[in-house]
């Protein structure tokens, strides 16, 4: 517990911590340290507008909030801004692909990202899923495509992660 905030560490976290390390590799380094912002980003947000998260959790996937009461729209969007602003302006400042990366993905409109979250919060439920749903499909082809070319297997996992969050949301 942090104040009234509970704190927890997921088993992944530490996975992908061990496998950082093990794999020397600094683009990673600078996703994971890029992506902790990000999540700060959120949090400073939630606290400027006076709201208490109630979790903070630490995964493969980066950093969750749980409030306490859930804002207002407006209120909502503040925060779900929160953490691409601080990508982008980091993405500005130090000319980084990795935050530049983080910033485009996160506002991709597919839940759970916080661009699938905005659009959910100001779109009508049923065309918020398909864009969230079409979106990702073509990641998921871009992702395939990418692999085929030789470029790696990055972002056919995201998607594929993406995928999965998304079935257990369902």
Known sequence: MVGRTRLRLDYSFFWILTFAAWAQNELLWQVLLFSVLHECGHLTALCALGLQPRQLRLS??????????????????????????????????L??????????????????????????????????????????????????????????VSLLGISLYLMLSNLRSV
């Open 60 to 93: 493969f996937y980066g950093m969750a909030l749980r409030y306490d009461r859930v804002p207002d729209r407006r209120r909502e969007t503040a925060v779900l801004f929160g953490g691409p602003v601080v990508n982008l302006i980091l993405w500005v400042l």
């Open 95 to 152: 000319r980084n692909p990795a935050n530049g990366a983080l910033f485009l993905l996160n506002m991709l409109p597919i839940f759970p990202l916080d661009g699938g979250r905005l659009a959910a919060l100001w779109l009508p439920q049923r065309l918020a899923a398909v864009l969230s749903t079409l979106t990702l499909a073509a990641l998921t082809g871009l992702g395939g495509y990418v692999l085929y070319r030789g470029g790696g």
